[in-house]
C-alpha cells in the first residue's frame, strides 16, 4: 500500500487559519443554499459568509451577486465594516483584490460579464465579480438587475415578502453560470427570530424541509475524499516528481468535478448555539452571560426557537403600526464614510426650526429619547445611552455632536423625579445634565438652551403607565396624537418596548393592578441596551406629561404626577 503525502505545516508557502467546527463543516460542504439560524458572536458574516464569498469569487469570475441588508444605514453602518473586516482576517484587502463604491481597474472591469451603469453601492473584485448592495428599505438600488445568487445576513429582520420579490432578481446569467454551483444560490445567517418581536420574522426556520440526508451525507464523504486529495497535491509540489504531481492532479481535479456536481442539489439548513465558537471566545464569556439566567440569552445564544406569548407584554397594545422605517434621510446618508456615525442630518422627520423633547431615565447609566409632535403624531426619533465608565459629559458631548445641526437649540427634558433629589444644591443629576449640554468640557456656551420640564414632579405609577399606554397605542383616543417610533434609529427602545413583561401586583394598596417587571438590576452591562427597562422608562418620562394624562385622566386618579406641559 503506498504511503500518503501529507503536507508538512511548517512550510513558507503554507498558512495556518483557524476556525469553529460548523465553519470547516459549511467550508468542506459548500451547498448551494446555506441557512443558518446560529447564535450571537459565532463570527456569522466574517467567517461563514465571507468564506462562501471567497469560494464564489473564484467560481463565478465575472458574475453579478446582491448583498441584502434589512435597513440601508445598517448596512452602511454595520454590515459593510464586517465584511471588510472579515475579508481582511482572511487575507483580501481593499484596493487589492476588490474596490468599494468606486469604478474598478479597466482590467476588473473588462472580466465583468454584467454592465454597470453606477459603481455606488457595489464591491467589484479583482476577476471582475461583483456585489450589489441592497437594503429592503431601498429596494431601487437593485431595481431592474439580475444576480446569479444571494448573500443577506441578520434575515430575521426580512419581511418575507420583500426578500421573496428579491429572490425573484435571482435568475440572470443562465448561459454562463449555469454549471455553477453557486448559480440561483442563497446564503441567508441570523440570529434565533423571535416572531413576538414586532418586526422579527421566522420564514427561515421554513428552510429546514429542504435538508435532504443522503444528499449531504454523500456530499461529505466526497468533500473528504477531496479535500485529502487537495493535501496530497499540494505535499507533492514541493517533493514529488514531475510524473506524480500530473497523476496527483489529475485525480484531484476528478474528486473535485465530483464536489461540484454534488453540490448543486444540495441545501444546507443548520440552527446552532454560540457554543460552535467556544474555543475563541472562552467559557467565560459564557458564564458571564448566563451569571443572570437564560433570559434573553435563550434565542440568541443558546438558539432556541421561542415560545412565550406576546400576551405577556407590559406594552400589549403595541404593534407594527407604530413603527416606521422611511425615517432615514438617504441623501444625506451616501455621504457619509462607512462605519463612520452619521449626525441629526439623517433623521428625516426632525423639524430643525423646532425644540427637541427629550425623555430621560438615570441610574449608574443614562438613557434618553427623543421626539417632536407634529399635527396628528407624535415621533420617536432618536435613542441615546451611556454605560459605565461614560456618563453625564459623555452623554452631553454625543448629544451636542449628533444635534449639532439642528438649527432651534432648544431641549424640553422630562424624567424621573429622583433626578431632582438634591436640586437645592446643584447637584441634582438633571441639572448636571443640563449644565453639560450648554456648556462643553472647556465651559464654553454651546447654543443649547435645556428647560427642566419635570420640577416638582410627582410619582408616575406603573399602573398608572399601562392604563395611559393601553390608550395611546390603541389609537382609539381622538386627544391623543398617533404614535409612531423610528425602528431604524431606536433599535434599543424597540426591543425593550416589545420585550418588557407585565406581572400582577400584589401590594397591599395594588393588589391585582397590572404593572411593569422591571429587568436590567444584575444583567451584565453590554446587554442592558436591548434587555433591560431603561428606556421604556424614558420613554415613559417622555410620553406622560399632564397634557396627555388628561385626555384619559382628567381627575388625575391613579397618578400624582404635574409636571409642565
Known sequence: MSKKQRLDLNRDDVELRYSNWLAQLCAMLMPKDLYLPIGRASTKTTNFAVE????????????????????????HKNVIPSLQEGLRFH???????????KEPPAEWRSKMYNIMSSWKNTMTFFNGFNLTFISL???????GRSYVGVFGDEVKYFSEIKIGNLLKAVRGYRSKY??????????????????????????????????????LLDLLQVSFVYNQTKQEYAALLETGSKKKIELSEKTMKRWEERWRRLRKGVSLFWIASSFVNVDILGIEW???????????????????IPI??????FYSALSERHFYSDGNNYQYLDTVPYGQDPDCRILKYLDNNRAIDGGLDIGNTLWL?????????????????TLPPNYIREMADEFIRYFKPHKCKQLKLYYDRAANSYGKIGQDVASQIKKAIERDVDGKPTGWSVILMSLKQGNIGSNAEYNFMMELMGGNNKHLPKLLIDRTNCPCLKRQLEKT???????????????KQKKGDGLPVHRLPKESTNFTDAFKYLMCRKVFLQHINPKGSGSSMSPKS
Request: proline share 5%.
Open 52 to 75: 462562501r464569498l471567497q469560494e464564489a469569487v473564484y467560481d463565478c469570475a465575472g458574475a453579478p451577486f446582491a448583498w441584502v441588508s434589512d435597513t440601508y444605514s445598517n448596512l
Open 91 to 101: 487575507g483580501w484587502e481593499e484596493d487589492v483584490h476588490y474596490v468599494i463604491n
Open 137 to 143: 428599505d431601498r429596494p431601487s438600488i437593485g431595481a
Open 178 to 215: 449555469g454549471d455553477s454551483p453557486f448559480y440561483r444560490s442563497q446564503t441567508f445567517t441570523t440570529d434565533m427570530p423571535d416572531p413576538n418581536n414586532i418586526g422579527e420574522y421566522d420564514w427561515i426556520l421554513k428552510n429546514a424541509k429542504k435538508n435532504d440526508k443522503k444528499k
Open 286 to 304: 459564557f458564564e458571564d452571560e448566563f451569571a443572570v439566567g437564560l433570559e434573553g440569552v435563550s434565542s440568541a445564544i443558546l438558539s432556541i
Open 308 to 313: 412565550l406569548s406576546a400576551a405577556s407584554r
Open 369 to 385: 429619547v427623543f421626539g417632536q409632535q407634529s399635527i396628528g403624531n407624535y415621533r420617536i426619533l432618536k435613542e441615546l445611552y
Open 501 to 515: 413583561p407585565s406581572k400582577i401586583a400584589t401590594g397591599p394598596k395594588t393588589n391585582g393592578l397590572v404593572v
